[in-house]
């Protein structure tokens, strides 16, 4: 939503009236338990910050979500009570909360601690607006080699560091095991490390059936992930130094587009966008009518607690290409105009390492970013009977999106030339060379 006053004609707003400041609630959690092996986050969980802050923070993520993710501060909150936290939320869209921001940073009244996916940290590093982290690092007991790889590249820009991860995820596949056992289809196990598109393809034909209609009345899947296409045909979509799209340079960027089309018009598994094949109001997976689920990220656990029938997680199948699963980021960051960078660093610190501990306590969100935590108290807490270690399996072959500047406006046109091409308006090959173009213009103005 936009913001509720122009800076240019109203002053200096407060940071508190910029988002409509909701105070920091939820009960108190149990000291976390401290984990084996794993350094003191910082010498912020003590307080080394002497002199009384006030913090003020803001996230991004649905209301059940921020009952969980200010844990985190709730637990900081506790251990150190000379610093004062006020904590908002935004609900909105990722988009609305960006635009949002670089507003507030304009204006001089941005919060001290962000949170954000990563793929606003280069426009928010582009508009002035993050403290470059690194030295904070060098000085703090944080190591890099704590997190994984990716997060770490993701939240750099021109080699320095703007975020301490927050958590993480990978896309996945959600699978509803009860349709394939109905179509007699035998789930072998690990058949997912190894599997191909064209077993793939078999076992969705098998199970997705169409009504007297001739409409998709139980989906094979939904098949929502965009870049790993491309990827599983063997060409990334932007170039190494991301200053050009490159999908129409090869056969691999139409024979990927070609492919999402044949799901849905020739293979019929896949949904049409609009009409018969979609029951308005009905959410086909979680009513056992969709055996495979596009993107099922870490926050399905929360989702999926109602379902009937057996739900787990499977790897993307292997297309001619090698295959890699999409990595994505949340991370805390800091605004570069704070006037408490000592204490606020001791939060994010804190949050970035032993609260995310608090975090899953609360119920999680995502994969925590903390190596230490991820692989001991998330990958051991049993939560319906999804086996997690599925996520961390895919993560070892992820793959970054491609990250830039104009993050919105290049899915926008993706996702206009994707539909003109499954409602069938246009060719995959000129799909592709209608991304590549108008992306490229794109880049060229940013």
Not at 268 to 297: C, E, H, I, K, Y
Not at 309 to 321: C, E, N, Q, S, T
Not at 378 to 391: A, D, G, P, V, Y
Request: proline share 6%; glycine share 10%; net charge positive.
């Amino acid at each position: 939503m936009p913001l509720p006053y122009s800076p240019l004609s109203a002053g200096r707003p407060t940071r508190r009236a910029v988002l409509g400041f909701t105070a920091l609630t939820g009960g108190a959690f149990a000291a976390a338990c401290s984990i084996g092996g794993a350094p003191a986050a910082t010498d912020g969980a003590q307080g080394s910050a002497k002199a009384p802050a006030t913090i003020v923070y803001w996230c991004n993520v649905g209301q059940a979500d921020w009952d969980k993710v200010q844990a985190a501060a709730t637990e900081y909150q506790k251990r150190v009570p000379g610093h004062k936290i006020e904590a908002s939320n935004d609900a909105g869209s990722e988009a609305d909360y960006g635009a949002k921001l670089i507003t507030a940073f304009a204006g001089g009244a941005a919060p001290d601690v962000i949170w954000t996916t990563t793929r606003r940290i280069i426009p928010f590093q582009s508009a002035g607006g993050l403290t470059d982290l690194t030295p904070l690092y060098s000085r703090s007991k944080i190591r890099t080699d704590q997190y994984y790889p990716l997060a770490i590249e993701e939240q750099s820009v021109n080699g320095k560091l703007y975020g301490i991860n927050q958590g993480w995820g990978v896309g996945v596949l959600g699978i509803n095991r009860t349709l394939f056992e109905k179509a007699g289809v035998a789930l072998k196990p690990d058949f997912d490390k190894t599997w191909t598109h064209g077993e793939f393809l078999d076992m969705l034909k098998r199970v997705a059936k169409l009504d007297p209609q001739g409409n998709l009345e139980t989906w094979g899947v939904d098949y929502s992930e965009t870049w790993p296409l491309w990827w599983d045909f063997g060409t990334d979509f932007l170039d190494k130094e991301k200053k050009r799209c490159i999908i129409n340079q090869t056969p691999a960027g139409s024979q990927a587009l070609q492919f999402w089309h044949d799901l849905t018009h020739v293979h019929r598994v896949q949904p049409r966008r609009t009409g018969g094949d979609r029951p308005g109001g009905v959410n086909m997976f979680n009513t056992g009518r969709q055996a495979l689920s596009g993107n099922a990220g870490p926050f399905v656990l929360a989702q999926w607690s109602a379902l009937d029938f057996p739900a787990d997680i499977v790897l993307r199948p292997i297309g001619p290409k090698p295959r890699f699963h999409r990595w994505y980021t949340d991370a805390y960051t800091m605004w570069s105009a704070s006037k408490v960078k000592d204490a606020a660093w001791e939060f994010m610190a804190f949050a970035g390492t032993e609260g995310m501990k608090a975090v899953e306590e609360a119920g999680g969100r995502s994969i925590p970013g903390y190596r230490p935590v991820a692989e001991t108290v998330f990958l051991e807490r049993k939560t319906l009977n999804i086996n997690k270690q599925r996520w961390l399996d895919a993560a070892r072959e992820a793959k970054q999106q491609p990250l830039v500047k104009p993050w919105d406006e290049m899915n926008t046109i993706v996702s206009r030339q994707r539909n003109d091409l499954l409602d069938q308006k246009i060719s995959p090959r000129d799909a592709a060379g209608n991304i590549e173009r108008e992306v490229n213009a794109l880049l060229a103005l940013s």
